[in-house]
T-cell receptor, first 114, second 113 residues
């Protein structure tokens, strides 16, 4: 079954404690992206990757890091989480050929930073 | 600055009462406009991609249209199962990076029996 998986689905942590949210896709997609979703603000793009070892900033990259060492995985790293990073996070993937095609989204990770 | 604005924020419909959702955008050039549906607690689900003004796409009770400044998602004779938040996203035709996407805040649609 074609899918995007994220782990963990729920996470409560404390300010400053480094964490990683994993994202994996089994569709051999070149493009992967991370979003955060907050009430009233919609989905905002954090980082995206157009292929292995190629990443770029979205609209809200501050406080986040990513890496793309393998095609299927695109982890999101919060080196020193703060309460304003409490949010619902989505990973997505897509075929890419000079443009983004339809994206497949993961189930989401709800992060609370206290 | 690129912007994507969706209206209305919320829409309450009676079953069978057709309506339209609006997505207006200001980008330097449009590479693609996407519509997604999102159910509570789930990730967005792809509906349509539109690439050029005048283009239309249909799927069951949904029809998406595109002009140079906005897109409409028409819901014809909606059913309660069409209740969801509908999201619009825009990919701009910039030279630095084509991977950037901007989403609108969404329109929450509730269809009552």
């Amino acid at each position: 079954e074609a899918q995007v998986t994220q782990n963990p689905r729920y996470l409560i942590t404390v300010t400053g404690k480094k964490l990683t949210v994993t994202c994996s896709q089994n569709m051999n997609h070149e493009y992967m992206s991370w979003y955060r979703q907050d009430p009233g603000l919609g989905l905002r793009q954090i980082y995206y990757s157009m292929n292995v070892e190629v990443t770029d900033k979205g609209d809200v990259p501050e406080g986040y890091k990513v890496s793309r060492k393998e095609k299927r995985n695109f982890p999101l790293i919060l080196e020193s989480p703060s309460p304003n990073q409490t949010s619902l996070y989505f990973c997505a993937s897509s075929l890419a050929s000079g443009r983004v095609h339809e994206q497949y989204f993961g189930p989401g990770t709800r992060l609370t930073v206290t | 600055e690129d912007q994507v604005t969706q209206s209305p924020e919320a829409l309450r419909l009676q079953e069978g009462e057709s309506s339209s959702l609006n997505c207006s955008y200001t980008v330097s050039g449009l590479r693609g406009l996407f519509w997604y549906r999102q159910d509570p607690g789930k990730g967005p689900e792809f509906l349509f991609t539109l690439y050029s003004a005048g283009e239309e796409k249909e799927k069951e009770r949904l029809k998406a249209t595109l002009t140079k400044k906005e897109s409409f998602l028409h819901i014809t004779a909606p059913k309660p199962e069409d209740s969801a938040t509908y999201l619009c996203a825009v990919q701009a035709r910039t030279t630095d990076s084509w991977g950037k996407l901007q989403f609108g805040a969404g329109t929450q649609v509730v269809v009552t029996p």
